[in-house]
């Protein structure tokens, strides 16, 4: 079984600061994965360390199990569209074609022009003129006329106008239709995620917090909400990842592989922003209590 | 990726390429005019009267000359500037290393495709600048016979070849360092001429030990006294050696010693007694001595004393060019190597 993406104990130091510390993941190919995280959670330096412009500082990293970056064949299997989605801005989007196909062995010239045609642009026109939009999807043309077997997106809509981001993300549902490709597209907004991923891996303060398919994850995980009271009786198997209490009530966020049968509990269905929410929460105040004790010990 | 490196670096290319090319066009029209004033002077060395012709070639030299030998004399640092230090600072600058090292080629192999594409040019532009100088230039530098001098030295022959790849090498690495172009181009100015100023005083004088000659005073032209505030000194200027690199030229006795005016008090009275005590202004030295008595002392000096000279030669100019050439080669190679390994190793 290929993994798309398989880290042990990786971690990316910069000076004394961890970007990435711990984090083990094993994402198998076939899905499309959301990573989401707040900003400066780690998201760019874990695509980075994938596309392997980034080297570990600990732990190891294989990527459709091969090292990143290790040669021109892993190189040409990865398509990557890098944050505000860097182009040539003095060459022409026609000899940014002409560089897929020098640079890549698997290059579908046939593809990129397609796209390029159906996208309404002028392939004659300098990069540096396209709107975010067009350079968005310039990039994402490069990245797919490569023919590769994972993309690796990081923010690509982040900086497009909502229409833009429509249609960004309707393209590549087209191309994870028509070509089998696995995705790993990084976004710190749950919604854009919501439409297009069935994987979701959760960045918060330089660690992986949960992840998994989100089916799974939104069927394991349970908003109780009950008289107010100590969090007893809960399965064994019951994680809680986030509770707050009023004079009357309480509210927790649990998730647990058995079914809560506790009938003084009213269970909730949760969304899939719910759950990163609970656990970018949950992430913070782990935070806030490392820097108390921290603080404590000076 | 040798098209693509081509490609992005065409639009520089052509920039300074144009320039070579305009700079041809100014030499070879005035470059046949020098030609057949050279040949004119050399024809005229038999009948004598050559002072026109080489004051037309010396005054064509002061009109074109110094910006023919400026600008190949900065083109490697120009070079330098807009090749080298872009290179890779530009990409990291502008975030699109993060497009370039992403497609089906390692940067292993994008590194050593640019530095070759690029170097290679650099060499070239260098090279062809040098060879078009050198052409143009050689009659002026046949007359001024001074290969030496680091205005024929620097600017012609091969070592701007050896110039042109170290100033591109110290360029890219700068960018590859500070990661930022404009910062890059002012160190790598700043070092270049750090290198190329001191190499050209302090290293390349010695890079062979100098010939030392000792010769009799008689084939030294130019000789003569000095008035100085105590009295008259000896001199012996011309050393009569064209082409060669100059260190120093001194008088000494067979048993040691310098012509000094105890001396010329004891052996030439006759001489002194003649020199008027107060000339004044713009009188000659020599005003009120006697041709008998300057030759009788010139002879007793000529007897006592020999000319020593310290130089490196005119046929050893070959081997300066090639040594120079090659230690530059070598530092460019160096600093290629070194931003290769950080290109690959130490960035992102």
């Known amino acids: 079984m290929t993994s798309a993406l398989l880290a042990v104990d990786l971690g990316k130091r910069y000076g004394r600061k961890w970007a990435l510390s711990g984090c083990t993941l094993d994402i198998p190919t076939g899905h499309v994965v959301g990573l989401v995280g707040p900003n400066g959670a780690g998201k760019t330096t874990l695509l980075h360390l994938a596309v392997g412009l980034l080297s570990p500082s600990s732990g190891s990293l294989m990527v459709l199990d091969e090292a990143p970056a290790s040669s021109a064949e892993q190189l040409g299997r990865i398509g990557f569209v890098a944050q505000d989605t860097p182009v040539f801005e003095n060459l022409s989007i026609a000899t940014h074609l002409q560089m897929g196909a020098a640079l890549n062995p698997k290059w579908d010239e046939q593809l990129a022009q397609q796209r390029i045609l159906e996208l309404g642009l002028d392939p004659n026109q300098r990069a540096g003129r396209l709107s975010g939009g067009q350079r968005a999807q310039l990039a994402l ?38 070509h089998e490709v696995s995705v790993i597209l990084s976004s710190h907004l749950v919604a854009d995620l919501e439409r297009v991923c069935d994987y979701v891996v959760v960045l918060a303060s330089a660690r992986v917090q949960v992840n998994g398919e989100i089916e799974n994850l939104l069927s394991t995980h349970h908003r109780l909400v009950g008289s107010r009271r100590d969090l007893d009786n809960l399965p064994e198997s019951a994680h809680v990842i986030e509770v707050s209490h009023t004079d009357r009530q309480t509210t927790a966020i649990v998730s647990s592989a058995d079914p809560i049968l506790d009938p003084s509990w009213s269970v909730e269905e949760m969304t899939l922003e719910d759950l990163v929410l609970a656990y970018m929460g949950q992430a913070e105040e782990q935070r806030r209590v490392l820097l108390r004790s921290n603080g404590g010990a000076k | 990726m040798t098209w693509f490196a ?19 066009v100014v030499f070879l029209i005035t470059g046949p005019h020098f030609a057949s004033l050279f040949h004119d ?39 330098g500037l807009f090749w080298g230090a872009p290179l890779v600072a530009r990409e990291l600058e502008s975030g699109t290393y993060r497009l370039a090292w ?18 290679a040019a650099s060499m070239l532009a260098g090279g062809l600048m040098s060879w078009m100088l050198t052409w143009w230039a050689s009659p002026i530098d046949t007359v001024n016979a001074d290969r030496f001098s680091s205005l024929v030295f620097d600017t012609s022959y091969i070592a701007p070849i ?45 890079l062979l030990t100098p010939v030392r000659q000792i010769r009799s005073l008689k084939n030294v032209g130019n000789i003569g006294f000095e008035r100085t505030p105590n009295g008259l000194s000896f001199i012996a200027g011309d ?50 001595i006697r041709p008998e008595a300057f030759t009788e002392c010139v002879d007793k000096i000529t007897a006592a004393f020999h000319q020593v000279l310290l130089y490196q030669p005119a046929n050893r100019f070959w081997t300066f060019q090639w040594i120079e050439t090659a230690i530059f080669l070598v530092l460019a190679v160096l600093l290629g190597g070194l931003t290769y390994w950080w290109v690959r190793r130490r960035i992102a």
């Open chain 2, 102 to 119: 992403t497609q089906g080629v390692t940067r292993k192999r994008w590194i050593s495709t640019k530095l070759a594409v690029v170097g």
């Open chain 2, 162 to 206: 050896g110039y042109a790849a170290f100033a591109f090498a110290l360029g890219v690495t700068a960018g590859v360092l500070w990661r930022r172009t404009l910062p890059a181009m002012a160190t790598t100015l700043a070092f270049y001429v750090a290198v190329r100023v001191p190499f050209f005083h302090f290293i390349r004088p010695h």
């Open chain 2, 41 to 79: 002077l050399k024809t005229c060395r038999a009948k004598g009267d050559c002072e026109s012709i080489t004051s037309s070639l010396t005054s064509g030299q002061d009109t074109y000359f110094p910006f023919a030998q400026a600008f190949s004399l900065l083109l490697p640092a120009l070079l």
């Open chain 2, 6 to 24: 081509w490609r992005q670096f065409r639009s520089q290319a052509l920039v300074v390429f144009g320039l070579l090319v305009a700079v041809a």
């Open chain 1, 141 to 178: 043309t490069l990245a797919i006329a490569k023919r590769p077997s994972l993309l690796l997106l990081d923010e690509p809509v982040a900086s497009l106008d909502p229409l833009a981001r429509r249609e960004f993300l309707a393209t590549l549902m087209e191309v994870v239709a028509e």
């Open chain 2, 239 to 288: 050393t009569n050696l064209p082409n060669s690199l100059n260190f120093s030229s001194s008088v000494v006795g067979d048993h040691g010693g310098e012509v000094t005016r105890q001396w010329l008090r004891d052996h030439c009275r006759s001489m002194l007694q003649q020199v008027p005590p107060n000339p004044g202004k713009g009188v000659k030295v020599t005003t009120g």
